[in-house]
């Protein structure tokens, strides 16, 4: 059996006294998607910070492609090439054009040829509807817009794993689709996903796994639609019932 892409074991993380992950351990095998659900406050963007050094843990191991992580900035870069982000709030730079914005980590960092980086990011801004917008600015796109270029951004450096941290939460209603039917097609080519969300219906579509985590724990991992269907916890039960979809 092949070793899973990401293994998690006993991760810990607190902000001084309080403790925000508490033992957390979990695998993610390669072409999966992983969905963490939980209500606010239950660490699961805490949890993927982790998994890409934007938050430091203070125990357990975390273990990507068959290597160990060992924390330090230098280390960091170099696995955020292999391990591609997405967050709600796009973070595009103003001063720079779209195209701009999808190359500079693909020419600074992975020091790869302008010419061939700019025919994927067209190629990638094409398949997600954006291509008349290359030389556009951040201000003149909507917030659909600027989510898909900043997916555009995470996929243009060839990632091995995508963490999407609740990427349709500042969008209007109507722009959410969009930006999830991105993500569903990515799940339908095995991207290997860990995606935190709130979209019920999307995350029954999507998820391989999911993790239920509430105050820092797992309390329960269940094969995608069995949570839907059979929840395995009270508290899972309770949370779904809460949800309206």
């Not at 293994?7 to 993380?13: A, C, P, Q, R, S």
């Not at 660490?43 to 357990?60: D, M, V, W, Y």
């Not at 941290?165 to 095995?190: C, Q």
Request: hydrophobic share 40%.
């Amino acid at each position: 059996m092949a070793e899973p892409l990401l293994k998690v074991e006993h991760l810990k993380k607190s902000y001084g006294e309080k403790r925000v992950l508490e033992d957390i351990s979990f695998e993610v095998e390669e072409g999966s998607v992983v969905v963490l659900l939980g209500p606010s406050g239950s660490g699961k963007s805490t949890l993927i910070r982790c998994l890409n050094g934007l938050e430091a843990f203070q125990g357990g191991t975390i273990m990507f492609n068959g290597e160990t992580v060992r924390p330090s900035p230098k280390n960091w870069r170099r696995l955020r090439q292999q391990i591609g982000m997405v967050f709600q709030s796009y973070d595009l730079f103003p001063n720079m054009t779209v195209l701009e914005n999808i190359l500079l980590g693909a020419v600074k960092v992975q020091k790869r040829k302008r010419d061939e980086a700019a025919r994927q990011a067209m190629s990638l801004l094409k398949e997600v509807g954006m291509e008349q917008y290359a030389n556009a600015y951040p201000r003149q796109l909507s917030g659909g817009q600027k989510q898909r270029v900043a997916i555009v951004r995470a996929l243009e450096l060839n990632p091995k794993l995508m963490l999407f941290d609740e990427v349709t939460a500042s969008l209007d209603p109507e722009m959410v689709r969009g930006v999830l039917e991105i993500i569903l097609r990515l799940a339908r080519e095995k991207m290997t996903m860990i995606v935190v969300t709130h979209e019920m219906n999307f995350a029954r579509q999507i998820g391989d796994k999911i993790l239920f985590l509430e105050d820092g724990k797992i309390l329960e991992e269940t094969p995608g639609r069995q949570f839907f269907t059979k929840p395995q916890t009270e508290r899972a039960k309770s949370f779904l019932e809460s949800m309206d979809f």
